[in-house]
């Protein structure tokens, strides 16, 4: 078994958890390569003892010989390490050292336990789907897909315009401080925050949801994800942001973005007790009611 480690961050609190992970990976003759300036950060922090079989330090170091991917912190750092895997089809295991934690959803203290189910196949395997952007100028660069959503925002004090189309179709003109284009992995995400739905990571949608609307009757809207998203968007300001999870640039006013399903998925290693309606009504308190 051949196992990649990528985090960013580490606190001295979560030492224990990772002595666990070690002991465990060892245990079960894992062959473990950890990120770099994680191991780097983990070493200056702390008293653990590593006995790992060697480092990786960019997606090009990520080959298809490793079986899963463990991501060590919050959904943002989930969404860093799809970066790395990108189209290799290795599988993600998220460990929640962070807060909420959709993405990254098997709790410190599920560790070990959790770990032991994965290399028993006692497991199952979600596919999560993406979007990609594409504009005149290849602005995100060689990997313009995101996993949660892609927005864009206003950049000053002014609204932008954002016209939408649905493959040949005009479906609105929005004037908002910003536009979110969701995948259901997203719709727990950016796109909850402005009141758009939740939807099971199963479906092939698509949420569009608009950032303070000034236009009190316009709500989100879910499309089917084989559709070509088109978007054209006018600003005062002559500039506006994009992002794609949590990378982000600024454009031109007068910028088309065209918006499609990725040609590959993220596999996303889920063990039962977390499946996604275990998660949603743990983490948002569904529940929490004394008639229950």
């Given at each position: 078994?051949?196992?990649?480690v ?18 465990e ?12 300036p ?7 922090q ?26 060590f ?66 602005q ?31 479906l ?121």
């Amino acid at each position: 078994m051949k196992i990649a480690v990528f985090g960013r961050k580490f606190d001295a609190k979560f030492e224990n958890y990772l002595n666990t992970f070690l002991e465990e990976t060892s245990i079960l003759q894992a062959s473990v390569y950890f990120f770099e300036p994680f191991y780097e950060a983990i070493s200056s922090q702390s008293e653990i003892k590593f006995s790992i079989s060697g480092f990786f330090n960019t997606e090009i170091e990520i080959t298809t010989d490793f079986n899963y991917i463990f991501s060590f912190g919050g959904d943002g750092t989930f969404l860093e390490t799809v970066n790395l895997v990108r189209d290799k089809n290795i599988p993600i295991i998220g460990i929640n050292t962070g807060r909420l934690g959709f993405l990254a959803n098997i709790s410190k203290e599920e560790i070990k336990e959790s770990v032991h189910k994965i290399f028993n196949n006692e497991f199952y395997v979600e596919e999560r789907r993406l979007i990609q952007f594409s504009s005149e100028n290849k602005q995100f660069g060689e990997f313009p897909f995101a996993l949660n959503e892609v927005s864009v925002q206003k950049k000053g004090t002014t609204m932008i315009t954002v016209h939408v189309y649905v493959g040949s179709r005009f479906l609105n003109s929005y004037w908002t401080d910003g536009l979110i284009i969701s995948t259901p992995t997203g719709s727990t995400a950016y796109s909850l925050s402005v009141g758009g739905p939740i939807v099971s990571p199963d479906c092939n949608v698509f949420i569009i949801s608009p950032i303070a609307s000034h236009n009190l009757s316009v709500r989100p809207i879910v499309i089917n994800d084989d559709n070509e998203i088109r978007l054209v968007i006018e600003s005062r300001d002559q500039t506006f942001l994009a992002t794609l999870d949590s990378q982000h640039i600024e454009l031109s006013q007068g910028t088309e973005i065209k918006l499609k399903l990725a040609p590959f998925s993220i596999k996303m290693i889920q063990i039962e007790e977390n499946n996604f309606y275990n998660t949603i009504r743990n983490k948002l308190l569904w529940g929490i009611d004394k008639r229950n």
